[in-house]
């Protein structure tokens, strides 16, 4: 079964500082691995998916970045700004036999950036 | 862009009523899922919907849970009997095709039920 962790839970860090969050799965035959951002009392918003035959992926000020045979992925944003202050999850196929949809998350983030 | 809506955004009900959370998917997408998020866990699948038909359901998803496409927009969720333990945000989510490098699964806003 599938477990997905991320560390660390919570995180502050002062404005424009580059940062990482971490993420790491059980199973490494997986198909992809997405990363959302979720506001307090939000829905879920899509902010990358990497392809298993993909090693990074980049959007703007974020890149994420997959290693398949360790189990991990890494979030990096660079020159953070408070609007990027949130919970992000990281969420992998629940079943490596299975496509993308039913997707097993992790527990998140928090992430605040202090002005 | 295109996006997921979900209605309503917050229902608060009596313990052992019914609910149905309303979900309009993305027009062209063809999979439909419901997951869910109870206050400070994790967010976790409940089921999946294809071409009128579960394709896939967990443990949490009982008798008291049932799904519905009744017209060719809405995706609803229906909780027969609500539990205390129901309580959760429930989000809707949509994807064009599913199976392997499909793209990306789109999430509505969710709809937090409180059942007191």
């Known amino acids: 079964k599938q477990e997905v962790t991320q560390i660390p839970a919570a995180l502050s860090v002062p404005e424009g500082e580059n940062l990482v969050l971490n993420c790491s799965f059980t199973?490494?035959?997986?198909?992809?691995l997405q990363w959302f951002r979720q506001d307090p009392g939000k829905g879920l918003t899509s902010l990358l998916l990497i392809q298993s035959s993909q090693r990074e992926q980049t959007s703007g000020r974020l890149n994420a970045s997959l290693d398949k045979s360790s189990g991990r992925s890494t979030l990096y944003i660079a020159a953070s700004q408070p609007g990027d202050s949130a919970t992000y999850l990281c969420?992998?196929?629940?079943?490596?036999?299975?496509?993308?949809?039913?997707?097993?998350f992790g527990t998140g983030t928090r992430l605040t950036i202090i002005p | 862009e295109p996006e997921v809506t979900q209605t309503p955004s917050h229902q608060v009900t009596q313990m052992g009523q019914e609910v149905i959370l309303r979900c309009v998917p993305i027009?062209?997408?063809?999979?439909f899922y419901w997951y869910r998020q109870i206050l400070g866990q994790k967010v976790e699948f409940l089921v999946s919907?294809?071409?009128?038909?579960?394709?896939?359901k967990s443990e949490i998803f009982d008798d008291q849970f049932s799904v519905e496409r009744p017209d060719g927009s809405n995706f609803t969720l229906k909780i027969r009997s609500t539990k205390l333990e129901d309580s959760a945000m429930y989000f809707c989510a949509s994807i064009r095709l599913a199976g392997f490098n499909t793209g990306e699964l789109f999430f509505g806003e969710g709809s937090r039920l409180t059942v007191l």
């Open positions: 919907f294809y071409n009128n038909e579960i394709s896939e």
């Open positions: 969420a992998v196929p629940a079943n490596p036999n299975f496509g993308n949809e039913k997707l097993t």
């Open positions: 027009s062209n997408h063809l999979y």
């Open positions: 199973d490494s035959a997986i198909y992809n």
